[in-house]
């Protein structure tokens, strides 16, 4: 009959323990292993954000690849004015272009001259050919093509102001972008006796034309470098006995006390907008403020460490004929 039937299924073997039956589930916790932690979502290969961090790491490698080859591209500078600059700066060049029946005045004369006296090669094309070299620029029938500039090795700098016989002292950029700032920045560097110039890989202005022609041409006797990371060469150098000195605003002197400079040492200048990142700051073991008149706005980059490397020279003088 219906009503004694037992469901199937349910039923159990009288001589078996008690407790849960195989398979259903319910297993002695100790059985069990875990897998340990879930992981981050940017770890797990089907996630929206693991997808999302692999586009943005290879969109990164992409950039860094394509400044890898502009850095080692020869650039062209176009226009008259900038082609004699240049070369005035004595800017290293491998070829002048002139445009075929240009219509020649006195800069373009200056040009051909100069090119010629620094055995430089000066090649007549045709004007759709020089628009091509330079891009579409307005190059006004003039062009001139720059190597890419040979950077040092920041540990060659160190090596270098060691063995110059006067206490090293070095400048580093921290996010200077402004090619020339940079370029005024060297001419200042070299006018005040430092022996090398180091830059930020990312985030920086690089040696240019514009930078070239911005420092004179004192780029070719000054050193300058490219560390991977700023704040760990700076610590380095640090480790090495240099004292690491930043410009800032809100320093904790001012250029007046600065009484570090006569001893190894590395200036630190800022960013034209922020300054100093936060790292570098805590890196520095003194931050350097310059006193101004009241209502005066502050010193872009490249003037502010003019000023302090010019009392840092002072110094140094002074302390050459101190008895």
């Not at 650039?75 to 002139?98: H, M, S």
């Not at 110039?197 to 022609?213: D, E, F, K, Y």
């Not at 560390?227 to 800032?248: F, I, K, P, S, Y």
Request: net charge positive; charged share 25%; aromatic share 2%.
């Amino acid at each position: 009959m219906a009503g004694n039937s037992k469901r199937r299924g349910a039923m159990r073997n009288p001589g078996s323990k008690k407790g849960a039956v195989v398979g259903s589930g319910g297993q002695k916790s100790k059985g069990l292993q875990g897998k340990g932690p879930t992981p981050k979502a940017t770890e797990r290969p089907n996630h929206p954000a693991y997808k999302r961090a692999q586009a943005t790491a290879k969109a990164e490698q992409n950039r860094g690849q394509r400044r890898r080859s502009a850095e080692n591209s020869p650039e062209t500078v176009a226009g008259r004015n900038p082609v004699v600059e240049c070369l005035r700066a004595g800017i290293p060049a491998t070829a002048l272009y002139v445009a075929l029946g240009i219509d020649a005045d006195d800069r373009v004369a200056e040009a051909v001259q100069l090119a010629a006296d620094r055995g430089i090669s000066v090649l007549e094309v045709q004007r759709g050919e020089l628009d091509r070299i330079t891009g579409g620029a307005m190059h006004q029938g003039l062009g001139l093509q720059v190597p890419p500039y040979e950077y040092a090795e920041p540990r060659e700098l160190l090596k270098i102001a060691r063995e110059s016989g006067s206490p090293p002292l070095l400048v580093a950029l921290d996010g200077v972008t402004d090619p020339r700032n940079l370029g005024a920045v060297v001419r200042s560097a070299a006018a005040f006796g430092a022996h090398g110039v180091v830059l930020p890989q990312r985030r920086s202005a690089g040696i240019t034309a514009v930078a070239w022609r911005t420092s004179a041409g004192t780029a070719a006797r000054m050193p300058i470098a490219v560390a991977t990371n700023l704040t760990r060469q700076l610590r380095e150098w640090a480790d090495a006995g240099l004292m690491v000195v930043g410009l800032d605003a809100d320093g904790t002197v001012d250029v007046d006390g600065l009484e570090l400079a006569t001893g190894p040492l590395v200036v630190v200048v800022g960013s034209e907008g922020r300054g100093l990142s936060r790292l570098v700051r805590e890196t520095c073991d003194q931050t350097v403020s310059i006193p101004m008149a009241a209502g005066v706005e502050s010193l872009n980059a490249s003037v502010a460490a003019g000023v302090v490397l010019a009392e840092v020279a002072r110094r140094r003088r002074l302390d050459l004929i101190k008895p």
